[in-house]
């Protein structure tokens, strides 16, 4: 199939054109009017570096940031520690390994917004029956608080998404080569030592994966925030996704949010990139 | 003997875990069967007595036949023509290996780290302008963004498959369409299959971009319905549950007779 082939092109026409219509012309569009006072209607005007220089000073967008660096440093750790072990567990040989699976990766087929309303109802009704039960203060009020309502998202997150991992890091285990286990028992290693010396080595890419994969996801979790915690208590749980959308359709502040999508945009590529081509590199020296 | 113990171990910590797993779903529908009063007086035991009263009212305050076959019918659409403009596109770049393929190869697996509220603002206001702010520029919407990893995923197929196939037939005389759509679209249907459960899973559960795409009373897909009803009964864990249990049934169904395959395609789609 030729370049100057009319069937080359007329394969490619359909994607090509929703590619360019939905992505790229509103990429380049957004990017020119995070310049601009743009308001949603009528005519930009043009006003240079001021959405951005604002942006630094709000106080408010560099909460929001923080709380969601925190919150994807934290969850990429714990998912990738629950999703290990799930992993490990199911590749054992028990007899329930493949009831296991299916249900660990349950939630990862409902949507984040019905995650996040059964986990709102656990946290606020179910734990508050059981902080009344036992007398435990800990139980009572868990998304009123910025710390609780944290780790509630954590926990909503690591629920969903640990199942997904296990699938990524079951694939990888099930390639480690039985022999060479089998090998290492004869030579006398220990199960540790076996998962240190030869499984860890060789699920290495699958880290570049999952990493790659939770942090992605965690960095632009907007769903399960809405439906678990809406921000409260005073936006102090709102992470950035949520933070454009509220500045763009809420407050109808179409230009700065422009800006601030330019932002994610940036952070979440260089992030991206820069963790592949480190984890490429570390591959390739084990 | 210390194998089987250790077997036994971790069987036994895989039971607990699946029993936590479980444990938000088993509260979400017992508490669905109770009365108001009882969610309020014993959050954590059974129902005192059983009432499918809740989900009638949810059944009718979801208009949930109809908010159903919104979803069936925007995730359908959207996954077929996902499936099919991208294996062909994904035809056409694997088996012309030009500058410009390998150009637009980048351009479409690059167009993946682009989260969605960067193009969010600009796409809905020109979309409006043109008019298009329905179900069917929603599904086009839908082609655009799911276009990417879907290509990625057959192109890496593609490579796999021998040219000469192609060849072959084209000297019993079928021209290109013919070769992809006989020869080579079947030989995808695994990774069809796959693409096909990638991408169903985001479209039916997805909320933000149908909010601001469909907005009008009548054409909600399950999450928009279900945010709405949600916000209307805050207060009310028997009705909001009940919707909640209901709007997941289907997916448990769909679950219950593809676990295989879903688990498989997340597995092949996640590892190349």
Known sequence: MRNRDAAYWLFLTPVLAALILVVIVPLIYGFYYSFTNWNGLGTPDFIGLKNYIDLFTDKGFLDTFWFTIKFSVAAIVVINIIGLSLALIVTSKIKSSNILRTVFFMPNLIGGLILGFIWQFIFIKVFGAIGDLTG?????????????????????????????????????????????????????????????????????????????????????????????????????????????????FTE?????????????????????????????KREVEL | MREKWKLWLLGSIGFILAILWLTPFYLMIVNAFKMKRDIFADTLGLPSAWTFENFVQAFEQLDFLRTLFNSLLISGVSVVIIIIFSAMAAYALSRNKSKISSLLFFVFVAAMLIPFQSVMIPLVAQFGQFGMLNKAG????????????????????????????????????????????????????PMSITVGILNVIWIWNDYLLPSLVIGGAGSETIPLKLFFFFGQYTKQWHLALAGLTLSIIPVIIAYFFAQRQIIKGIADGAVK
Request: net charge neutral.
């Open chain 1, 136 to 248: 435990i203060e800990a139980f009572n009020g868990w998304l009123s608080t910025t710390d609780t309502g944290f780790w509630g998202l954590i926990i909503l997150t690591s629920w969903q998404m640990a199942g997904y991992i296990m699938i990524i890091y079951i694939a990888y285990l099930q390639a480690v080569p039985e022999d060479l286990i089998e090998a290492a028992k004869i030579d006398g290693a220990n199960t540790f030592q076996r998962f240190r010396h030869i499984t860890f080595p060789l699920v290495a890419p699958a880290f570049t994966v999952s990493l790659f994969l939770t942090l992605s996801h965690s960095f632009k979790i907007y769903d399960q925030n809405l439906s678990l915690t809406n921000g409260a208590p005073y936006n102090s749980t709102e992470m950035v996704a949520m933070n454009i959308v509220k500045s763009a």
């Open chain 1, 252 to 280: 109808n502040d179409m230009a700065y949010a422009q800006a601030k999508a330019v932002i994610f945009f940036v952070i979440v590529a260089v992030v991206s990139l820069t963790q592949v081509y480190i984890n490429k």
């Open chain 2, 138 to 189: 929603l599904i086009f919407m839908y082609l655009g963004f799911g276009c990417s990893l879907s290509i990625f995923l057959y192109h890496g197929t593609l490579k796999g498959i021998p040219i000469s196939l192609d060849e072959a037939a084209k000297i019993d005389g079928a021209n290109r369409f013919q070769v992809f759509w006989h020869i080579i679209f079947p030989l995808l249907k």
